[in-house]
């Protein structure tokens, strides 16, 4: 296999790997040549990633499997460093289909900041393969996150098309912030389709959700939440409410009831109302829904003179806590994330009590961005009173509502609405847009970007799908800080001057791709009986893929294995299949689907199968194409040591 670079401008590129797949069917020991990742199992499935409150050094990681005599984490620097192991609590169990499954979950501690590091989990029975995590640096290192509104509806179609629309727009993402109703009805079967719809983001990069009314339907004691979720225990309780503790203590029937609310919230709270610092971002989540079912504790003491009412309790029990949170922040900058609005956008919505509780905070503390969902709508703006005497400039929170399903509402009229009655503007709307946000932290700035992934044929927004829907910047220097429209910059200090530059069209550029580590052959080492086959297992070199061209077209990768061959015996290389995955990604690319290996059904990589693509408006960059390698084959192939050439082609 040549490491010279192949390149295709708007046509066709083939080259073949020559020896690139080598098995040696004997009865016997299994022997690999060296080190193989594991392909993800049966047993295994919805890994996650979770943040703790300090990513720097730790890691949560949750998922379930068949597989009930316990589980761990291994962990390793992606360098090549030495596996620790991390055990794992069985959380919780669930059934779905016949299938019983227990819930896992293990926190790393002691990482090292801004390291790259691999992990699989199960136990010795079976291993998922192994998958990347790059902890956060201790230094307000630029990064990207992806903010969705609610999924809810459409898991299986709408839901999929929206996260692969955002990982191709947002390759680099350190992860995703979900503002509620991520499910319709909280059962096995709608969180299954959930992660599904995530796939691989999920399990390489950090997940912070907040619970929506949803996840409590069916639920009402957010078991299934708490069992796919493992988040900081830094919620709200007595110690951090500031002076709200004193109305739990005293003889009165109203204290004893506060109190006994208290007590039973500090469960409640748990992993739905937390907070995560990640590289200069305090990324708080809120829990705002207000039902007193589950918001009773199991023994109430009576009372009969001004007794709490538990939902606006709940919400300024929250609030306590928030501006404590945020008055400690240790960061420049601050996200909050929760279900539904303080600024309802929809017609027949709105929320006083979480209004008239939570946004003095917000306004106090000059939160940054204040995401929501709930809705089925698109809405962004600010409190009047956060105006400039400059048109297109702010100063205080960004107010956002986002859809991210394929469930729609009407928006309330643009000139009689919630916010028009308190005090609010909406900046932009729409309504029958499906959108996700890539929102981007560069040092003094904050840049949010809302794209239309999915639309309603009656949808009146002029925006098609794959366009730009809204757009702002934050900038905040010498502790002050503006929000600016689309094409209008930010004031200068009297410390400051003003640098500007053109850009020239780009030059046309090309497509190239070459394969890391040279012509070095895969070798799957000593194929091991299995039943009624003989099973091997390895990894493709990697391949490496850049595209230049100007307004990056599409691309796609594909490969097609030959028959194998041993001194004049042949077997089909139907046999051989592969489960694609990515490696670096700074291009935008998107892996193939897997295919199985003929032995199970079908022509295998007999047929030409995609090992990688990217869609047209990729970002720029290199992505290395990976993918793991599984050989099944009759007990009655013939003895040998075979191989077979992997053609791969490069369309663009």
């Known amino acids: 296999m040549s490491s010279q ?66 589980g761990k984490v291994q962990l390793r620097t992606a360098d090549g460093g030495a596996v620790v192991d991390i055990a794992a609590t069985a959380v919780d169990t669930s059934n779905l289909n016949g299938v019983d499954y227990t819930h896992y979950s293990a926190t790393a501690t002691g990482l090292t900041p801004d390291t790259a590091y691999e992990y699989r989990v199960g136990n010795e029975n ?23 509104g609610d999924a809810q509806i459409g898991l299986d179609s709408t839901w999929p098309a929206v996260v692969a629309a955002a990982n191709a727009k947002a390759p680099n993402s350190a992860g995703s912030v979900h503002a ?34 949803h996840e409590y339907t069916g639920d009402g004691a957010l078991r299934n939440w708490k069992m796919n979720f493992e988040y900081p225990a830094n919620h709200p309780n007595v110690n951090n409410i500031g002076a709200l503790a004193e109305r739990a ?22 992993e739905t109302v937390y907070f995560s610092d990640y590289q200069g971002v305090r990324f708080i989540t809120l829990n705002a829904t207000q039902n007193t079912g589950y918001l009773r504790p199991p023994s109430l003491p009576s009372c009969a003179v001004d007794c709490p009412a538990p939902g606006p309790l709940w919400v300024e029990f929250q609030a306590a806590w928030l501006d404590t949170v945020l008055a400690e922040n240790p960061g420049k900058w601050s996200v909050v994330t929760f279900h539904q609005p303080v600024y309802s956008t929809s017609t027949g919505r709105d929320e006083p009590v979480l209004r008239a509780n939570w946004v003095p905070v917000f306004e106090k503390r000059n939160i940054d961005l204040v995401l929501m969902g709930h809705d089925h709508t698109y809405a962004r703006g600010y409190k009047n009173s956060d105006a400039t005497e400059t048109p297109g400039i702010t100063t205080g929170p960004v107010y956002a509502v986002s859809n991210s399903g394929a469930k729609h509402y009407t928006l309330a009229p643009a000139d009689d609405n919630v916010w028009t009655r308190n005090g609010a503007t909406q900046v932009k709307r729409g309504q029958g847009v499906t959108t996700y946000q890539v929102i981007s932290v560069n040092g003094d700035t904050v840049t949010y970007r809302s794209y239309v992934a999915e639309k309603k044929a009656d949808s009146p927004e002029r925006e098609q799908v794959g366009d730009l829907f809204d757009t702002f910047t934050i900038t905040k220097r010498n502790g002050v800080k503006h929000v600016t429209e689309a094409n209008v910059e930010a004031p200068a200090g009297d410390d400051e001057q003003r640098i500007k530059v ?10 190239v791709w070459s394969i890391d580590g040279g012509n070095g052959v895969v070798d799957l080492g000593t194929a091991k009986q299995s039943g009624d086959h003989f099973a091997a297992t390895g990894s493709l070199n ?19 294995v030959g028959d194998f061959t041993s001194a004049g015996k042949t077997f089909s290389g139907k046999y051989l ?54 050989l099944r084959l009759p007990v009655n192939v013939a003895d040998g040591t075979y191989r077979a050439t992997l053609t791969l082609t490069a369309l663009g």
């Not at 998958?131 to 640096?137: G, I, V």
Request: neutral net charge.
């Open 5 to 70: 670079q192949r390149r295709g401008v708007g046509g066709r590129s083939r080259t073949v790997v020559a020896a690139a797949v080598v098995g040696s069917v004997v009865a016997g020991a299994f022997a690999l040549a060296g080190p193989a990742a594991s392909a993800q199992t049966t047993n295994t499935s919805r890994v996650i990633l979770t943040p703790t409150a300090t990513p720097t050094d730790s890691q949560s990681f949750t998922w379930r499997s068949t597989d009930a005599a316990g």
């Open 577 to 630: 299949g592969w489960a694609p995955f990515l490696g670096e990604n700074a291009g935008g690319a998107v892996a193939g689907a897997a295919v199985a290996s003929g032995f199970l059904g079908g022509d295998g990589l007999a047929q030409s199968a995609t090992l990688g693509s990217a869609p047209v408006g990729h970002a720029d960059g290199s992505s290395v194409l990976r993918a793991d390698l599984d």
């Open 126 to 148: 079976d291993w998922s393969r192994w998958r990347p995590f790059r902890s956060a640096s201790k230094e307000a290192k630029p990064f990207e996150f992806l903010y969705y």
């Open 249 to 270: 203590k005293g003889d009165t029937d109203a204290a004893r009831q506060t109190a006994a609310y208290f007590a039973h919230w500090e469960n409640v709270a748990k």
């Open 502 to 511: 053109t850009v020239p069209e780009r030059a046309p550029g090309e497509l």
């Open 180 to 213: 509620g109703d991520l499910i319709d009805t909280s059962n096995q079967v709608q969180w299954t389709s959930w992660f599904n719809g995530m796939g691989e983001s999920a399990a390489t990069t950090q997940v912070l959700a907040a619970p929506g009314n």
């Open 542 to 560: 990697p391949v490496r893929v850049t595209d230049t061209r100007r307004d990056a077209p599409r691309w796609s990768l594909s490969g097609r």
